[in-house]
């Protein structure tokens, strides 16, 4: 599998370097101007120091199961993160050699997050050897020739010395130093020609030209030196974010001319022979770009920039957002059909750029997409154990096994990609997938502009940090997004303003009670906030959301059903099987690169999966807990179901997994109350369903 992987990378390089400079945009070749300090675009809601928002709840357990699991024992055994070259090994599953910084850039908001002394006393091994190991020129890394020098894996060492060097003041200076030293070089290798970027002749640090496609990702960093440490490098700093921009527009894959209604796809069939790079039709590429128009607007001011921010958001929204909130992508877009797949990199992705996006935008739906991918796409693709995932995520999908029929479904996924294992397909997952609660929890609460606090994305947690003098603590108890009511205990100096963001979907009868005791209806901006306005001493807020099931219809008379922030899939009871972890490339894996919890799970369903629904009969069915199960994403853990009047209908295979939903079912036998559950609970799931009008079912009754 990697030879045909990294042969079908190979010619669709060729096929980008053909079309190079083809859709070069004009503003990227405009001169470096000289800047003042501090005139980066200043985002609406203030991202706080990382460690200040620590998890509760349901979330805390999942961070936990993440830090026992997978993520917090990769540095013990994982050969592309324990013998990967940049600790001095030699283990590496790409050129880009980018396992390492993907494990490094999550782990280190895991480990703050949750304050966790074991994976902090992994980050801080990690940082002590490759800043000892900084090469005296200032490169970061292993390597010492220009053909292996690529940048684009440093993009996510520099996001994750960002992150350190905020939650840890003792390694601040260490971390500057260390990046005012690395970016000097790199703004000379750019400035000769993009080395490094943009992949020559005789170069094998990039391939494909993941680099330029990705170019954008040193702006975080970039933009974080350039505000808080500059030194005597503002214009050097803002010179190479131009250099790294002008890179990927010579390498034809600058985004502002993709995100542009008309020429971005509803549906690629051919992605490899459109007239622009494939690489803007990779689904992780996607997820990640969302954030390079606004990367740019930060430094142009240019407005226009931002309104393409949202218009990428709205564009993949429309054309390539799954129900559970990712974008189908295997790897590459094709069409929205519930067969196809969505990687688990992109769930990851997306869900860092919508947090990041939404902070400059405030823009109430973005925060809802995010919620939508945290607690739906993102948790289904990951064992409830937390030591194993799928590669591709289906919709429709009964059955996690090898599809022996298979390989030729999915664009560029093998047959072995819906499996639940330790690398199911290509590793970027195994090391990329820490990152997505670690970062959706520090975004939980952000400043606001007029320095108060907001509580904008529902999961339970706590948050501890200075508004100007003003210490404020505030801990929200609530097992949202199972229950719809939120319970804030708030301590503070002096009095402040707080926010509640309230989901779109929620009611106008949902109530809110403030700190005099007095309960009233909401009434949130238009941004979607509700106010409150905080005296000093204790105070005690709390929410109450209130909604009812809503049906989102789909192409070809298929609906999804949501209730709250979660989509509902068929509750598919399955069996189990498990195995020794298979190797992505189908090679032999030491028994040390594994541990006995690397199992890969096979799990098939054994009930009847083949239904159509009638969406106009739904009974929403709530169970009274007190605490909820851990985990929570285990099946039929959630306290909170539906109830749907359903039937079996006649549904082909194809590819040997459910073929796109049939054009016009016909019932079959008598319909029934079917059971639906969280989708993220339903391992094997069934959510995107043909719609029929039935006769009038009791609910109440179970009988199948
Ligand atoms: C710069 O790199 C491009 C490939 O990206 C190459 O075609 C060109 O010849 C190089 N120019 C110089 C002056 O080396
Ligand atoms: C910045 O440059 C000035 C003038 O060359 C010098 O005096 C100063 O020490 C430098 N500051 C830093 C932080 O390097
Ligand atoms: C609708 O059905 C047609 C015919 O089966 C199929 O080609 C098409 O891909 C479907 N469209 C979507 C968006 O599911
Ligand atoms: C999946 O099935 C194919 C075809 O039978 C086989 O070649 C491949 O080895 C199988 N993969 C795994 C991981 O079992
Ligand atoms: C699991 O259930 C499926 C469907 O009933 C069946 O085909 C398969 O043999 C079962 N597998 C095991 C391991 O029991």
């Known amino acids: 599998m990697i030879t045909s992987i990294s042969v079908r990378r190979a010619l669709?390089?060729?096929?980008?370097?053909l079309s190079t400079n083809t859709l070069a945009h004009p503003q990227a070749r405009q001169s470096v101007k000289t800047r003042d300090r501090n005139d980066l675009v200043q985002p609406v809601y203030q991202a706080l120091p990382l460690g200040s928002v620590k998890p509760q709840g349901w979330l805390k357990d999942q961070l936990e199961k993440s830090a026992t699991g997978l993520a917090g024992n990769l540095?013990?055994?994982?050969?592309?993160?324990?013998?990967?070259?940049?600790?001095?090994?030699?283990?590496?599953?790409?050129?880009?050699?980018?396992?390492?910084?993907?494990?490094?850039n999550g782990l280190v908001p895991l480990a703050f997050g949750l304050d966790d002394s074991t994976l902090k006393g992994q980050v801080k091994s990690f940082l002590?050897?490759?800043?000892?190991?900084?090469?005296?020129?200032?490169?970061?890394?292993?390597?010492?020739?220009?053909?292996?020098?690529?940048?684009?894996?440093?993009?996510?060492?520099?996001?994750?010395?960002?992150?350190?060097?905020?939650?840890?003041?003792?390694?601040?200076?260490?971390?500057?130093?260390?990046?005012?030293?690395?970016?000097?070089?790199?703004?000379?290798?750019?400035?000769?020609?993009?080395?490094?970027?943009v992949p020559k002749e005789g170069d094998v640090f990039d391939g494909s030209g993941w680099g330029p496609a990705r170019a954008h990702e040193m702006h975080i960093p970039l933009q974080w030196l350039y505000e808080n440490h500059p030194k005597n490098n503002s214009d050097l700093i803002w010179e190479t974010m131009d250099l790294m921009i002008q890179g990927s527009t010579v390498f034809?894959?600058?985004?502002?001319?993709?995100?542009?209604?008309?020429?971005?796809?509803?549906?690629?069939?051919?992605?490899?022979?459109?007239?622009?790079s494939w690489l803007f039709t990779h689904g992780v590429n996607l997820a990640e770009a969302i954030r390079f128009p606004l990367a740019i607007y930060r430094t142009s001011h240019d407005e226009v920039l931002k309104a393409q921010t949202r218009t990428a958001v709205d564009l993949v929204a429309k054309y390539h957002k799954s129900l559970a909130g990712t974008i189908i992508g295997d790897e590459l877009i094709t069409d929205t059909n519930p067969s196809k797949g969505a990687e688990l990199c992109t769930s990851s992705?997306?869900?860092?750029?919508?947090?990041?996006?939404?902070?400059?935008?405030?823009?109430?739906?973005?925060?809802?997409?995010?919620?939508?991918?945290?607690?739906?796409?993102?948790?289904?693709?990951?064992?409830?154990?937390?030591?194993?995932?799928?590669?591709?995520?289906?919709?429709?999908?009964?059955?996690?096994?090898?599809?022996?029929?298979?390989?030729?479904?999915?664009?560029?996924?093998?047959?072995?990609?819906?499996?639940?294992?330790?690398?199911?397909?290509?590793?970027?997952?195994t090391v990329n997938h820490p990152q997505g609660y670690?970062?959706?929890?520090?975004?939980?609460?952000?400043?606001?502009?007029?320095?108060?606090?907001?509580?904008?994305?529902?999961?339970?947690?706590?948050?501890?940090?200075?508004?100007?003098?003003?210490?404020?603590?505030?801990?929200?108890?609530?097992?949202y997004p199972f229950a719809m009511d939120l319970s804030y205990s708030i301590l503070a100096d002096d009095d402040f303003t707080f926010y509640v963001r309230i989901p779109s979907w929620a009611n106008p009868s949902s109530t809110v009670t403030g700190p005099s005791g007095d309960s009233v209806n909401i009434s949130p901006t238009d941004v979607g906030l509700q106010k409150f306005d905080v005296p000093k001493g204790q105070s005690r807020i709390s929410v109450n959301l209130q909604t009812e099931p809503r049906v989102v219809e789909r192409a070809n008379n298929t609906v999804g059903v949501y209730y709250g922030p979660l989509l509902y899939s068929l509750a598919l009871d399955f069996n189990e099987t498990t195995r020794d972890a298979v190797a992505y490339d189908m090679g032999f894996l030491e028994p040390s690169s594994t541990t006995p919890q690397t199992r890969d799970h096979i799990v098939e369903t054994t009930e009847l999966w083949n239904i159509a629904i009638d969406p106009s009969q739904i009974k929403v069915v709530e169970f009274y807990t007190a605490k909820l199960s851990n985990p929570v994403w285990a099946f039929g853990a959630p306290p909170v179901e539906l109830r749907i009047a359903a039937t079996e209908?006649?549904?082909?295979?194809?590819?040997?997994?459910?073929?796109?939903?049939?054009?016009?079912?016909?019932?079959?036998?008598?319909?029934?109350?079917?059971?639906?559950?969280?989708?993220?609970?339903?391992?094997?799931?069934?959510?995107?369903?043909?719609?029929?009008?039935?006769?009038?079912?009791?609910?109440?009754?179970?009988?199948?």
């Open 349 to 429: 992705e997306l869900m860092f750029s919508l947090a990041w996006v939404y902070q400059y935008l405030a823009d109430n739906d973005i925060a809802d997409w995010e919620e939508l991918t945290a607690f739906n796409a993102f948790p289904g693709q990951i064992w409830s154990d937390w030591w194993s995932h799928q590669y591709v995520q289906q919709e429709n999908q009964p059955w996690s096994r090898n599809l022996t029929e298979n390989p030729q479904m999915w664009v560029n996924v093998g047959s072995y990609g819906n499996v639940f294992g330790l690398e199911p397909d290509y590793p970027c997952c």
């Open 438 to 479: 670690a970062k959706f929890l520090a975004n939980s609460f952000v400043g606001t502009e007029d320095g108060g606090i907001a509580h904008v994305f529902l999961s339970p947690g706590s948050v501890s940090t200075m508004l100007g003098d003003n210490e404020v603590t505030i801990s929200v108890d609530t097992n």
């Open 12 to 17: 669709a390089a060729g096929l980008a370097l």
């Open 75 to 104: 540095f013990n055994f994982y050969r592309f993160v324990k013998d990967s070259q940049w600790l001095g090994g030699n283990s590496e599953y790409s050129d880009l050699h980018e396992s390492a910084p993907y494990w490094f």
């Open 128 to 197: 002590d050897y490759i800043l000892d190991h900084q090469q005296d020129d200032g490169w970061l890394g292993p390597e010492t020739t220009p053909h292996t020098r690529g940048l684009w894996g440093r993009c996510y060492i520099m996001l994750g010395l960002t992150q350190y060097a905020q939650a840890d003041a003792s390694e601040t200076d260490r971390i500057v130093d260390a990046m005012h030293q690395y970016i000097e070089l790199v703004h000379s290798m750019l400035q000769d020609n993009f080395t490094g970027l």
């Open 649 to 704: 209908i006649d549904w082909p295979i194809a590819w040997d997994t459910p073929a796109d939903p049939p054009l016009n079912p016909q019932a079959k036998g008598k319909p029934f109350s079917a059971r639906f559950i969280p989708f993220a609970s339903a391992k094997v799931h069934m959510a995107h369903l043909p719609k029929l009008e039935l006769e009038t079912v009791d609910l109440d009754k179970r009988d199948s």
């Open 252 to 276: 034809g894959v600058d985004w502002r001319n993709f995100f542009v209604e008309g020429t971005f796809p509803e549906v690629v069939y051919a992605p490899r022979d459109q007239s622009y």
